[in-house]
């Protein structure tokens, strides 16, 4: 019979399991209660204290295995290049000289929710995320014209899709939100929408100006970055982005950091950071420690604007009235949805922006890539397309890849054939 100390262990532990071995020795019950009879069973006895080793092995393996993966979480996030640098790592006293800081982070021009309390869709359930609805990505292969850098002259530009475009005016070369590989930092996630001719680094010109709207995966792509350096001649971001090219070995005299309504020059064309209503972060641990914006171009021949990210605010009307009128206005238009109604527009608030600049073409972007809300993919220019018609606004609708002209931008329906 197993000693005092075992005997109690197993009888808990058989409670614990609710299971009971039954007791065939009558005479058993003058040595001890009905409860304990059964460890007289040698043999139960053996087999049990055989599954209580199997049970400590199990849990020692599966607890290691957790502790190896938290290991390797925690030492991905802390080392892997995709996550950046912290925003005030390089350049700390222009960050805490910004009206934009408040000693801790950037901030909204006013008070703006990442997530707005109570907007969930009815309809949603969270088994949409496992198993989306048909038409979430395209069925095949959008058809996208081959690009070729040889066409790209002054006055013409070219869409890759979501809000990567690339334009020359006044004999630069000026790519915007490069994305060519990826907008997730965990590899073959976020994977983008196939393209009849894929976007490609190789087929670039030289660039005279890269500028970043923010640093958000789908706008700052860490592998396109260190890809294009030497094809670049200047970085143009908000202020703390610098940071990150900095950790991806971009050299620092090739950044230009800028605040809200400043600007950079590049002989007699001149390019403004101008405010966006949104937030920032490529980490656990630095939401906001990067500032976000929109781009303002202006040259003797055009003047072009891009929202970057952000929710529809008043401030619109005001950079139309500081830096407009614009010709043609690359607009955020995509991933939206009612959780995140301040930091991202409908279509609607698209063209109502571009209307607040005072644009005479409305490109919308933020689509056609990558698959990041709950809408269906081409939900977006359709409803952008019904809004702009309905306020007599010119939507420009080329085929990615296409090259146009700035001023006479193609309004094509290409996105009605693609099967869905
Ligand atoms: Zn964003
Ligand atoms: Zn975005």
Redesign the pocket.
Known sequence: MPEPARRKFFVEYEYRHNRFVACSDSACHSCCSDEWCWLHSSTAYRAEESDIRTVKKVCVVVLAMVLLMAIGLAGFLRWAPTFGAAGTGTRPARIVASDQFNGEVFRNLGPTAVSTDGAVDPDRSTLDFFFPPPGKRPAEPLPADAFAARTLVDGTAVWFGHSTFLLRTAGRAVLVDPVFFGASPVPFTVKAFAMTHQPSIDDLPPIDAVLIS?D?YD?LDHKAVIALDSKVGQFLVPLGVGAHLQRWGIPAEKIVELDWYEHHDMEETRFTLTPAR?FSGRGLTNRNSTLWGGWAIRSPEHNIFYSG?SGYFDEFAEIGRQLGPFDIAFMENGAYDPLWSEIHMTPEDSVRASVALGAAAFFPVHWAKFDLAYHVWDEPIRRAAKAAAERGVTVATPLIGEVFQLSNPPQRDWWSGVAN
């Open positions: 923010h958000h706008h949104h990210d």
